[in-house]
């Protein structure tokens, strides 16, 4: 599919960008955890750059193994609901278990619950050591 016309986002000003961005993060799936980018607290800023819908994100560790995944989902899906999406990755702030929506904390003490404390990301890490909840 050919991304939308340029100026739709200038059309639709930063209010309905930033609940579309959000209501597309509720959708995309951070593939090891099984939670949406919104209950992470992946999303850090949604803002218009000219043409451009810019959102900043900050993985939950510097070397998430899932980031590259994440964001071309995201950007993907945004290029699919308006036009020229540009996702940069922040590592300041640091990502800490307090940027986790209710419904993520739930999700992740069911999944520890499930997998007990050993349960760790692809790159071998175990979840417990960055997600006390």
């Known amino acids: ?5 340029a100026v739709q ?4 000003g930063l209010a309905i960008a930033r609940e579309l961005v959000s209501r597309v993060a509720s959708e995309t799936i951070e593939p090891q955890t099984g939670l949406s ?12 750059e000219g043409p ?3 959102i900043a994100v900050i993985p939950t560790h ?7 995944l994440l964001t071309m989902n995201l950007e993907c899906s945004i290029e699919d609901a308006f036009a020229l999406p540009h996702v940069r990755t ?9 940027r986790l929506s209710e419904q993520g904390r739930t999700k992740i003490r069911a999944a520890f619950a499930r997998h007990g404390k050993g349960w760790a990301c692809v790159c ?9 909840v």
């Open 1 to 5: 599919m050919s991304p939308a016309p």
């Open 9 to 12: 986002t200038k059309r639709i």
């Open 37 to 48: 980018a919104t209950e992470l607290g992946f999303l850090q800023n949604v803002a218009l």
């Open 52 to 54: 451009r819908i810019a």
């Open 62 to 68: 510097p070397d998430c193994p899932s980031m590259g």
């Open 90 to 98: 922040l590592f300041s702030p640091r990502w800490d278990v307090s």
């Open 124 to 132: 071998g890490r175990p979840f417990a050591q960055f997600m006390k």
